[in-house]
């Protein structure tokens, strides 16, 4: 897997100072897309880069194990604070605010003749506004499957450079830099690109980019795999990855073969009813 453009071009926009970079993980992400997107985090932190990593849902205790999990984040943002009222089309006459020594005054006017009822209990505060100047998902088919890190920030995503990394070959690649291989796993491919790039790599990193490679490849079992997963397998080893003992879990939809490697859904015959009762054979005799 030749990654040397995309690594060349990575390492051009890692290039300036005091960068902000915001990795981002979909809802569907599973374990390998989760140690994938911490071990890129780690080695971006090694390289002495402001990094954040979120990931919209609490992680299964299964994946405790990963070095930096207590580094995802489930909101980006917050410069911006907003306030949002329950709205009925129409309602609002008016809308304007005040300054009244150190208090800042919001006034909205409901429109005569209306049915609004404004008060604290349809009031709603959230904070929102990414600073990124580098944005890296991993797993995500389109900017659409990151779901609110996208919706609520999309003013500023669709202005940052996207480094738009996946192993399903089904992504639609709305990246800047797009490296979407049908690989065994989206660990390979953080791995590929970090060997490729020459980014940092120690024994943290190393381990959790050898279990997204177990879980993704399901123990090196998927047809996707080829001999640079085990080239990337051993190149971690090498690196100081820890084996764990075993690896046993539920796949996630997203570690199941992908797109032409998918297997298919068909239903197992059903055994005879008296399949598991005893059995007499009679033999026959030559006359």
């Known amino acids: 897997m030749d990654l040397t453009v995309e690594a060349q071009a990575i390492n051009d926009l890692l290039k300036g100072a005091n960068q902000h970079i915001t990795i981002l993980l979909p809802e569907s992400a599973g374990r390998d897309s989760v140690a994938a997107g911490l071990g890129l985090y780690l080695s ?24 930096g999990i207590n580094k995802l984040i489930p909101q980006i ?43 604290e209990k349809n009031v709603h505060f959230r904070a929102s506004g990414l600073t990124a100047d580098l944005v890296i998902t991993i797993s995500a088919l389109t900017l659409e499957s990151l779901g609110s890190f996208y919706t609520e920030n999309r003013a500023v995503i669709d202005q940052k450079p996207i480094v738009n990394i996946d192993a399903n070959p089904n992504n639609k690649q709305q990246g800047k830099i797009n490296i979407v291989r049908p690989a065994s796993a989206n660990s390979e491919l953080i791995a590929s690109l970090i060997k490729s790039a020459n980014l940092p790599i120690n024994s943290d990193i190393a381990s959790n980019l050898y279990d997204g490679l177990l879980a993704g490849s399901r123990n090196f079992s998927l047809p996707v795999v080829t001999a640079h997963t085990f080239e990337m397998a051993a190149w971690l080893l090498k690196n100081g990855a820890r084996k764990r ?43």
């Not at 911006?80 to 129409?90: H, R, V």
């Not at 006459?93 to 006017?109: A, D, P, R, T």
């Not at 796949?251 to 032409?260: A, D, N, V, Y």
């Not at 859904?265 to 009813?273: G, K, T, V, Y």
């Open 77 to 119: 943002g917050g410069k911006n604070f907003i306030i949002s009222l329950d709205y009925i089309e129409g309602s609002i006459e008016k809308v304007s605010y005040n300054i009244e020594g150190n208090k800042f005054n919001l006034v909205i006017e409901p429109r005569p003749g209306t049915a609004a009822d404004f008060n």
């Open 245 to 287: 003992m075993s690896f046993t879990s539920t796949p996630s939809p997203e570690e199941l073969p992908r797109g032409e490697f998918a297997a298919g859904n068909e239903e197992e015959a059903e055994l005879p009813p008296d399949w598991l009762k005893p059995k007499i054979f009679k033999g026959s005799s030559l006359l």
């Open 44 to 67: 971006l932190m090694q390289a002495e880069k402001t990094v954040k990593i979120a990931y919209p849902k609490a992680p299964t205790v299964a994946w405790s194990h990963l070095v």
